[in-house]
């Protein structure tokens, strides 16, 4: 239990340090039961056992069971943000993704050797902490027998090094019973600065999404408090500025809302934009970078300026992405870059797409082992200003690897991201759409050539080169030409240098799109009957696809093969198949000559039609390209290595701003 607020000895009075409270217990207010389980445990009773040895050889199973969770939601318990309302002999458990202290995270990155939690109740309640091992399993630490008020404990953090949280149930006794509160809280030294951040979204043509961002942070006033501005940086044509509501929104924050309008750079060059007003107004010890089209917990947004302000060092901070349409569902618990194949991918030791309504934090032992990552999504992500001074802006692609790139770029210069839980938004997942073949495909082949001649640290890249040549051809296997040809292009533009950069970040994008249209892989028509019926083949068999890796190769050297064969003619006026996205493989389509392929966001279809002339000539263009690339590897490496300080520096980007300024308008309104 925690101490009295001052001890006498001696005859003298000695004060006990000040607390700082670093997490507060949360609910949401809306009644959406999907959410519940984030914030609420109703199924107290369940938890992880570990078993011995001796009882595995009789029988008992390896590991524990993560079996779905039979519960009652109750959103009729929740009677404020901070309160719930318990009936007489129930319990429940904070034991969750929202209300769990994760004291790992604590003890790597901070100096904080122990954490207070106060619960506050009306009624007579029993209090009840655990606190999880690296393997999830559950041990009690303590409890209380409160009858009315608070009750505090005091409790280490210092044997945290691999994984563990903190958590409380509340037992309601013979009445019902309120919790009226509950809070973490850690020593706080008078040399400590409080820190403060500005917000920076960057938005194109989702002026809705923009005012609720600019209402949900002003309904805060925990926010407020820490919320130097808002800083939106509007690069549409539907303005923020002229939405209806627009003027009455701005004035919540007042003075602490700034709009920048700019033309179309990209949601890097947004970003970068964000960065260097934050900059330029030198007031902010944070910027936190957030995507346009999320719903916000506020809450992490103070939890991430708090955890950052007791870092031992500057260390970026952020959120985890949940998916906007299975609000239960994490979409990844942390990110790491692969340095053999160069690409990102979920840290070791993760899951993706956990429901927690599923298997709650507490039955969840994965998620109990700390996660290390090497960089956060800019979905939620906050930099402090003097790691931003220190190693630069965004890197200047417009969209794709900017975030992954700055982890890496920073980690370099000696600073670590956290990713850290409790702190989360809810995102559209990019698992519902496949932009590796849309517009976007050059980004992803661009984008990711320049990473990694910029910080691989395999020779040659290691696989990154044999994947982005096997990706070409598995396009060209597909019948996806236009996603080829813009890949294609992205490889001369990384052979032209890195001065190609900032010179065709506002440009590219219209070439790319008048490009594609010339493709009818990537003509788009929502109206089935705007294409001829189809006529499958005489001999029909189901594909199924390979499951090893010689069975891959074969398979893909065949379909390469039939490449050269003529199409056949009934092929050219009738589609031989209908084939939904979701089934749109190489493995697939590669024994057809055309087919109806209907998009990822089931907006339409579009009919993809073998060439042969095309696929010879597209695949003699890449084998010549990447051969470039190789060959010149060690100095296009260094190249790029050696401009990086230069083309994410303020001086770069301010020109590219003054580029992008919109015509006949001001720069920026507030």
Wanted: with cysteine; aromatic share 10%; net charge neutral.
């Amino acid at each position: 239990m925690s101490a009295a607020a001052t001890d006498t000895l001696a005859g003298k009075e000695k004060a006990v340090p000040a607390y700082r409270v670093v997490q507060r217990v949360v609910l949401p207010l809306d009644g959406d039961t999907d959410v519940l389980p984030l914030y609420v445990d109703f199924n107290s009773a369940r938890r992880v056992v570990e078993h011995t040895k001796r009882a595995i050889r009789r029988g008992a199973p390896k590991a524990p069971e993560n079996l779905p969770e039979s519960t009652h939601q109750r959103s009729d318990f929740i009677v404020g943000r901070w309160s719930l309302r318990l009936p007489a002999f129930r319990r429940i458990s904070l034991g969750t993704y929202f209300n769990a202290f994760p004291a790992s995270y604590w003890r790597k990155h901070t100096d904080i050797r122990s954490v207070r939690l106060t619960v506050e109740v009306d009624a007579e309640a029993t209090v009840i902490v655990y606190r999880s091992s690296p393997r999830g399993v559950a041990n009690r630490v303590d409890s209380a027998h409160v009858l009315k008020g608070q009750a505090s404990f005091d409790l280490p953090v210092t044997a945290f090094v691999d994984g563990g949280w903190y958590w409380f149930d509340l037992v309601a006794h013979g009445d019902n019973v309120t919790l009226l509160g509950a809070s973490w809280a850690v020593e706080e030294s008078k040399q400590l600065q409080r820190g403060s951040v500005s917000v920076a979204v960057t938005t194109f043509n989702r002026p809705d999404y923009a005012l609720r961002h600019i209402s949900t942070l002003a309904d805060d006033a925990g926010v407020m408090e820490v919320l130097d501005r808002l800083i939106i940086v509007d690069q549409g044509t539907d303005k923020v500025r002229l939405q209806e509501g627009y003027s009455d929104a701005a004035a919540q924050l007042g003075e602490k809302f700034l709009l920048v309008e700019q033309a179309n750079i990209g949601g890097s060059g947004g970003f970068a934009r964000g960065m260097h007003e934050t900059l330029e107004a030198g007031d902010s010890t944070y910027v936190l970078l957030l995507d346009d089209d999320v719903s916000i917990e506020t809450e992490g947004i103070l939890r991430a300026v708090n955890f950052a302000d007791f870092t031992t060092r500057p260390t970026i901070v952020g959120g985890h992405m949940f998916n906007l349409y299975e609000r239960s569902v994490l979409h990844t618990f942390g990110e790491q870059v692969d340095q053999r194949r160069f690409f990102w991918g979920p840290a070791a030791n993760t899951r993706e797409g956990h429901d927690f309504a599923a298997s709650n934090l507490r039955t969840s032992p994965w998620m109990h082992r700390r996660v290390d990552v090497d960089y956060n999504g800019w979905w939620m992500c906050m930099i402090p200003t003097s790691i931003v001074r220190e190693v630069g802006l965004s890197l200047p692609v417009f969209i794709k690897w900017d975030d992954a790139e700055y982890g890496l770029r920073a980690q370099q210069h000696g600073y670590r991201t956290v990713t850290l839980p409790g702190a989360a938004v809810w995102h559209m997942p990019w698992t519902e759409k496949d932009d590796t073949i849309d517009w976007q495909a050059y980004y992803h082949q661009r984008n990711r050539w320049v990473a990694t001649l910029s910080h691989s640290s395999q020779p040659k890249g290691g696989r990154m080169p044999f994947e982005s040549f096997a990706i070409d051809v598995r396009h060209l296997l597909s019948m996806q030409y236009s996603a080829v040809e813009v890949r294609l292009k992205a490889l001369e533009d990384v052979l032209s240098g890195p001065d190609h950069l900032h010179r065709t970040i506002g440009e590219r994008l219209p070439w790319i799109r008048a490009t594609r249209a010339t493709f009818s892989d990537a003509q788009i028509k929502p109206d089935r009957s705007a294409f001829p019926e189809v006529r499958p083949p005489s001999i029909r068999r189901e594909v199924e696809e390979p499951v090893v890796v010689a069975e891959s190769i074969r398979r893909a050297g065949l379909g390469a093969l039939r490449q050269f064969r003529a199409v056949d003619p009934k092929a050219r006026a009738h589609p031989q198949a209908e084939v939904p996205a979701m089934d749109a493989r190489w493995w697939r389509l590669t024994g057809l000559d055309s087919a109806l392929v209907s998009s990822s966001d089931g907006s339409g279809s579009s009919w993809y039609r073998r060439d042969r002339k095309q696929f010879v000539r597209m695949l003699l263009r890449t084998m010549a390209l990447h051969r470039s690339l190789l060959l010149r590897w060690n100095t296009l490496s260094a190249d790029y290595h050696e401009a990086l300080p230069r083309f994410t520096g303020r001086e770069a980007w301010a020109e590219t701003f003054t580029a992008a300024a919109v015509p006949g308008e001001e720069p920026k309104v507030l």
